[in-house]
T-cell receptor, first 111, second 116 residues
C-alpha cells in the first residue's frame, strides 16, 4: 500500500465548477498535510497546509482534513482554466523532517 | 517571503562531466533542504535530505558518491552530479524548510539537466 494515494486523473471539470481533489494516507501518526500545485515543466508551489481536523479556507481553496478516516481533500471553487495543473498531496508525521508526496492528480478545467 | 532560488535553471553538458546545482533560501534560514528528481510525467522522487553542517541522508538507491550534497550554511545547499551520464538527465528540484516553521517546504524553481 502506498503511503499517500491520489487518483492520477485527469479530473476534468467545466470552468466555474467546483473541483474536488482527494488524498488518503496510511500513517496514522501524520500531523501535517500540504497541497502543492505543479504546472507542467515547473516546480511545485505551496497552496495550503492544514494541521487540524476540519476545513481551512483560503480564497477559492478549501482544504479538508479527517484524521479518523485518514483523508485530506482540496476543493477549488469557481475553477479557472489557469487552475489546470497537477495537484500534489503531501503528508508529514509529527516532528519528522521528511514529507511524503502522493503521485499527484492532474486537473483539467475546460473553458 | 519563503523564496527559494536555484542556479542554473538549465544546463546541458557532455557525458562524463560534473555539474553543480545551487539552492538558496533568499529570505529565511533553512536548517533542512531536500533534493528531488523528477522524470517526465512522473512524480517527485526524494533523493536526499540535507541538514546544515552535517552529512546528507540519502534515500535508498541514490548513490551518495555520484550525487554529492553540501549544506555549508543556513541559506545554501549544493548538489553536484559527478560524471554525469545521459540517464541522469532530469529535472532536479530543491526545497527548503524554514527554521521556524513546522514542516512546510518551499520549492526552488528547479534545474533541468540534459546530459549528451
Amino acid at each position: 500500500q502506498k503511503e499517500v494515494e491520489q487518483n492520477s486523473g485527469p479530473l476534468s471539470v467545466p470552468e466555474g465548477a467546483i473541483a474536488s481533489l482527494n488524498c488518503t494516507y496510511s500513517d496514522r501518526g501524520s500531523q501535517s498535510f500540504f497541497w502543492y500545485r505543479q504546472y507542467s515543466g515547473k516546480s511545485p508551489e505551496l497552496i495550503m497546509f492544514i494541521y487540524s481536523n476540519g476545513d481551512k479556507e483560503d480564497g477559492r481553496f478549501t482544504a479538508q482534513l479527517n484524521k479518523a478516516s485518514q483523508y485530506v481533500s482540496l476543493l477549488i471553487r469557481d475553477s479557472q482554466p489557469s487552475d489546470s495543473a497537477t495537484y500534489l498531496c503531501a503528508v508529514c508525521p509529527w516532528g519528522y523532517q521528511k514529507v511524503t508526496f502522493g503521485t499527484g492528480t492532474k486537473l483539467q478545467v475546460i473553458p | 517571503g519563503a523564496v527559494v532560488s536555484q542556479h542554473p535553471s538549465r544546463v546541458i553538458c557532455k557525458s562524463g562531466t560534473s555539474v553543480k546545482i545551487e539552492c538558496r533560501s533568499l529570505d529565511f534560514q533553512a536548517t533542512t533542504m531536500f533534493w528531488y528528481r523528477q522524470f517526465p510525467k512522473q512524480s517527485l522522487m526524494l533523493m536526499a535530505t540535507s541538514n546544515e553542517g552535517s552529512k546528507a541522508t540519502y534515500e535508498q538507491g541514490v548513490e551518495k558518491d555520484k550525487f554529492l550534497i553540501n549544506h555549508a550554511s543556513l541559506t545554501l545547499s549544493t548538489l553536484t552530479v559527478t560524471s554525469a551520464h545521459p540517464e541522469d538527465s532530469s529535472f532536479y528540484i530543491c526545497s527548503a524548510r524554514a527554521r521556524d516553521s513546522q514542516e512546510t517546504q518551499y520549492f526552488g524553481p528547479g534545474t533541468r539537466l540534459l546530459v549528451l
